[in-house]
């Protein structure tokens, strides 16, 4: 089953026209502090913005931002849609977001992940991104950030929990 998802699946660049099926997405992923569509806006009309988005048939099933200026970048988000976690699907955005990184030069990848999202610290972990630091209190509801670090001349380390 996973491995069909998988070979259906379809990434490529956002555009405009996407932002209705992302900010739906992104509301159901994250309820209590989601982008608004405005925020969208600015994220894809910025320089150094990538953004792609995956579909199965056609219908956008999740999405991935990179915020990019050699040798640094940052994730600005990664999602699959509920229904479809779990089947190796974000595994394979997070490839493809890390392959486009490779072509942009970047070294070193930066982003943010809640404590107690265990699966995205799995997926991340299986990526050799690796904790450098957590920023206590940091989201709405009072969950520390723990800010992952991924160096593409140094891909042998874990995150350490
Ligand atoms: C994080 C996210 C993108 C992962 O997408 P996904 O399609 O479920 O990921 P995959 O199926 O490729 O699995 C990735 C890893 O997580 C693990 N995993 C999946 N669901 C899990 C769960 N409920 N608990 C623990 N680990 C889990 C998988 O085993 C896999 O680990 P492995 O590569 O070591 O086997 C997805 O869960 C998501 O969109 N979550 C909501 C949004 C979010 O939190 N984004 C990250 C913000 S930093």
Redesign the pocket.
Known sequence: MSNTLQQNLTIRRMHWADISAVDQLESE?FPTDHWSVEQWWRELAAEHNHYWVAELSGKVIGYCGLSAQAPDADIQ????GVE????????RLLDYVLAAANELSIQFIF?E?RAD????I??YS?RHFSRISERAKYYPDGETAIILRRDSKRTDTEVQR
Request: charged letters at 0%.
């Open positions: 992923l988000t990664i999602a699959i479809h976690q779990g089947g190796g699907l974000g595994g982003l992940v999202n265990h699966s995205a799995s997926l299986s």
